[in-house]
T-cell receptor
């Protein structure tokens, strides 16, 4: 059974650019959640999608957005990148909303903004 | 206010000994879930163990057990017979009920070092 696939693994972008990250959940999982991980703030919840609908949102500015497709794949977009957006972005899939019985995480996308 | 608190930034344990990683939580929901995840240096988060708020018995998964004390709102992870491969960051997490919007939030983590 394939795990959660995140692409790309690494990204380097310039301030002001935008970036799109992709996540393919485990087959059968309809929930995809995104987290930002930084040394200073730890793991911060970005948003969750379930059956193509955003079900939850964390406290991030509107520059952070996402969507989910009918095959449960999800994309996350960050516009007008800032240096502080440099982080490891983790995608997590689960059967139920909010990772009710545990998440399966992808390997993450490490974004560096220069 | 912190909802998940891990007070140990770093811990050392001798190989083959047991270690307890502390976690306290705060929620007003009667129904919630508690989890522990491991993050090795590779970065991928690995699910270790789950405890539901209504579960009567402490959860166990191989060498991992969760010491659930509901009245104290603590959910400590016990790793028995530590191995060198257990060296990693460990995160305690809670999935809140309706009051918390069914989100899963994470503590700051504890870095465990296993000594040979």
């Amino acid at each position: 059974k394939a795990g959660v696939t995140q692409t790309p693994r690494y990204l380097i972008k310039t301030r002001g650019q935008q970036v799109t990250l992709s996540c393919s959940p485990i087959s059968g999982h309809r929930s995809v959640s995104w987290y930002q991980q930084t040394p200073g703030q730890g793991l911060q919840f970005l948003f969750e999608y379930f059956s193509e609908t955003q079900r939850n949102k964390g406290n991030f500015p509107g520059r952070f957005s996402g969507r989910q497709f009918s095959n449960s794949r999800s994309e996350m977009n960050v516009s007008t990148l800032e240096l502080g957006d440099s982080a490891l972005y983790l995608c997590a899939s689960s059967l139920e909303i909010g990772g009710a019985y545990g998440y399966t995480f992808g390997s993450g996308t490490r974004l560096t903004v220069v | 206010a912190q909802k998940i608190t891990q007070t140990q930034p770093g811990m050392f344990v001798q190989e083959k000994e047991a270690v307890t990683l502390d976690c306290t939580y705060d929620t007003s929901d009667p129904s919630y879930g508690l989890f522990w995840y491991k993050q090795p240096s590779s970065g991928e988060m690995i699910f270790l163990i789950y405890q539901g708020s209504y579960d009567q018995q402490n959860a166990t998964e191989g060498r991992y057990s969760l010491n659930f004390q509901k009245a104290r709102k603590s959910a400590n992870l016990v790793i028995s017979a530590s191995q060198l491969g257990d060296s990693a960051m460990y995160f305690c997490a809670m999935r809140e009920g309706p009051t918390g919007g069914f989100k899963t939030i994470f503590g700051a983590g504890t870095r465990l070092f296993v000594k040979a």
